[in-house]
């Protein structure tokens, strides 16, 4: 266990953590700018991949922080669930503008009949949506404001990590590893949560 | 803790493939285990069993060579001697780097780069392919026997993957009509069954549960005896890469790319309905028939437009056409035939 660090190493740690988010982003960028993307022979599916991966990744590394602190009583990691929670977001943005622009190219009857149609797209829209208003109410003042209802309303998080896991899931062809990895780390970060819950049930009893 | 995704790859920033991929084959079989064991208990253990038989093994007597991945291409042997038509002049062909090195092949993986690297070291010389079923005798004949008996030709012909996306492809080959003449079925044969080559050594992807192996695909004969299907044995007027079905595959261009069997080690003549990989695999996604029809749906999205490869970042999708623009050809096979019943 890590001493619990200042809150200005913390600030410090977060920069870092930032620069480390940006990596998928900037490496995006870097492959477009040297001609990689343009070379390859698929390169919209790459990029609608690649933003929806991340946005998986960073949301279940969201997630890893309760447990860890509920394990290792460092409590001091949940203060980096909120710029975590906002770079889902911000991946989950570039992977929905993927899909409406370079996918689709902004033909909206096209993109309506997609939605409507399949099941992994609604599963997908539903979820960024859900996104919305967690990353609208992140800052203090809302935290502040909505009190007890910020934390009911932020407890969809769980609702999305599966919807998430979910539009992977159906997404895929036949091969389900990889859906399958982001579903077992998720029951295993819920499973975590419960037996903590249970065992608070029976400390209190 | 970092696991890479494959859809998140480009060949070229990766330092050790062989390494990298040895692991992600790990974690497939680990993942595969765990799935199975979750869905049906023993399901794991029978469905690979129902994999390769030992005939096909034997039928080719080829040693067991185990694979390795290394980015060793097969030299680029040229083919002699055939004849360049009109199917498809005017299209803009795709790009060899993409047709080799864009594919779907489960065989040797999943992804769409591994086949090239997978496939590297696959032996396919000597090759042949048995006849069986309703025929007046069965056969066996070399590859080096087809090559000499029927007339090879190049054709351009558009593929369209169920997936969603297209290719340009000029394959070289002999017609399938030339050969089934050839194989003599009986007035039984109402369809043509394609057996591919199965083999767990050479052959990662078939250590998978991914689809029931040997991948197996069919035509009704009318469809086989159709002036457009091909037998293809080369492409960009070069033998087949072996991952793109070496030494000799089917390509039926008004269908979905999967019903295009690679690396075909057996031709059996029915007279019921074969049931094909991809029809057991997921019944209500993949039916018999697979015809490229921009009307009817995957369960899962869309088909009424596609990606061109190769096409670059800021590409528009184009529409996609009934019988992948052969109606003319292949229309009148179906009058009367519900085809979104029988998708």
């Known amino acids: 266990m890590l001493k619990t660090p200042s809150q200005k190493q913390i600030k410090l740690y977060m920069k870092f953590v930032f620069l480390i988010c940006l990596i998928p982003f900037i490496r995006l960028f870097w492959l477009g700018f040297n001609g990689d993307l343009e070379a390859q022979a698929n390169p919209i599916e790459f990029v609608e991949h690649s933003t929806g991966y991340w946005t998986l990744f960073v949301l279940l590394a969201t997630l890893t922080l309760t447990p860890i602190r509920l394990i290792t009583k460092m409590a001091w990691v949940v203060q980096f669930r909120r710029m975590l929670g906002l770079f889902m977001f911000f991946y989950s943005c570039l992977h929905l503008t993927t899909y409406l622009f370079l996918d689709y190219n902004f033909l909206w009857e096209d993109i309506i009949k997609d939605i409507i149609k399949h099941p992994y797209i609604i599963v997908g829209v539903i979820a960024f949506i859900l996104t919305i208003p967690l990353a609208f109410t992140s800052t203090n003042k809302m935290i502040k404001r909505l009190g007890k209802k910020w934390k009911l309303l932020h407890k969809s998080i769980y609702l999305i990590a599966i919807l998430g896991v979910l539009h992977f899931w159906w997404l895929v062809k036949k091969d389900i590893t990889e859906p399958l990895i982001f579903a077992i780390i998720l029951l295993v970060l819920f499973g975590v949560r419960f037996f903590h819950h249970q065992k608070q049930k029976r400390l209190a009893k | ?343």
């Open chain 2, 1 to 343: 803790m970092i696991i890479l995704p494959k859809s998140d790859i480009i060949p070229s920033e990766i330092t050790s493939k062989s390494v990298f991929d040895n692991r992600r084959q790990f974690i497939k079989q680990a993942g595969f285990g765990l799935a199975a064991a979750a869905v049906a208990g023993n399901a794991f253990g029978a469905t690979v069993k129902s994999g390769v038989t030992e005939g096909d093994a034997r039928l080719i007597g080829r040693a067991n060579a185990p694979a390795t991945p290394k980015n060793i291409r097969k030299p680029r042997t040229k083919i002699n001697g055939y004849k360049k038509t009109a199917y498809g002049k005017g299209l803009k062909l795709t790009e060899h780097k993409h047709v080799t090195t864009y594919n779907n092949y489960y065989e040797f993986g999943t992804s769409k780069d591994e086949p090239a690297d997978y496939a590297s070291q696959f032996k396919t010389d000597p090759w042949s392919v048995s006849i069986e079923g309703e025929v007046k005798q069965n056969k066996i004949i070399t590859l080096e026997d087809i090559y000499k008996k029927f007339p090879l030709e190049e054709r351009i012909y558009r593929m369209r993957c169920v997936e969603g996306w297209s290719m340009v492809i000029p394959w070289v080959g002999l017609t399938l009509a030339d050969f089934i003449k050839w194989a003599e079925p009986t007035g039984n044969a109402k369809y043509v069954e394609f057996i591919s080559y199965a083999d767990r050594q050479q052959m990662p992807g078939v250590n998978l549960p991914v689809l029931d192996w040997p991948y197996t695909e069919a035509l009704r004969i009318d469809e086989a005896m159709n002036s457009l299907t091909l037998l293809a044995v080369g492409l960009y007027g070069e033998v087949l890469p072996n991952q793109n079905g070496a030494p000799i595959r089917l390509v039926v261009p008004w269908k979905y790319g999967f019903k295009g069997g690679k690396s075909i080690v057996k031709i059996r003549f029915t007279e019921k309905m074969p049931r094909t990989s991809w029809m057991k695999a997921g019944p209500n996604e993949y039916g018999f028939y697979a015809n490229v029809n921009p009307e009817v749906d995957h369960p899962r999205w869309t088909q009424s437009s596609e990606k061109v490869i190769g096409s670059g970042l800021f590409s528009k999708r184009i529409r996609t056409k009934m019988f992948n623009g052969y109606t003319d050809q292949v229309g009148q096979m179906y009058a009367g035939l519900d085809l979104a019943k029988h998708f």
